[in-house]
């Protein structure tokens, strides 16, 4: 049996497992104070969306604390595998260069990252 895909999240819910990825486990307080910097958000806004997802499997949340404490359910790099993989087949019918090559003429590269480029594709050839 194939492994059970997780939901793809929304932009918001993105935004949310951006903070978590980066802070570790928090509270609902923590995660709308770090989103209230960029932008006004409401608590019970944050507090809602952090419920559902985790009513979606996107968060865990221990209730151990009287105030709550969320993570995600994936790592960073799993999500963003599942969201790349599910552009590439949805806007790119599967054609891996196709996607590389919009994606390097989108966004001015680094010396830097096409270095780490070349030597993934090195690394992938051998």
């Known amino acids: 049996m194939g492994k059970s895909k997780s939901p793809r999240p929304t932009d918001a819910e993105l935004e949310i497992l951006r903070v978590l990825w980066d802070r570790g ?15 006004e958000i409401g608590y019970t806004t944050v507090l809602k969306l952090m419920q559902i997802m985790t009513e979606k499997q996107l ?5 151990s604390q009287r105030s709550h404490i969320y993570k995600p359910r ?4 799993q999500t963003q595998q599942q969201l790349v993989a ?14 590389v090559m919009q994606a390097l003429q989108v966004k001015q590269v680094s010396a830097d990252e096409l270095a ?4 993934l594709l090195d690394e992938l050839e051998n």
């Open 25 to 39: 486990p928090s509270t609902v307080r923590e995660v709308h104070d770090k989103l209230n910097r960029s932008r």
């Open 116 to 119: 780490r480029i070349r030597q």
């Open 59 to 63: 968060l865990s949340r221990d209730e």
């Open 86 to 99: 599910d552009l590439l087949n949805r806007a790119y019918g599967g054609a891996a260069e196709k996607l």
């Open 74 to 77: 994936r790592e960073q790099g």
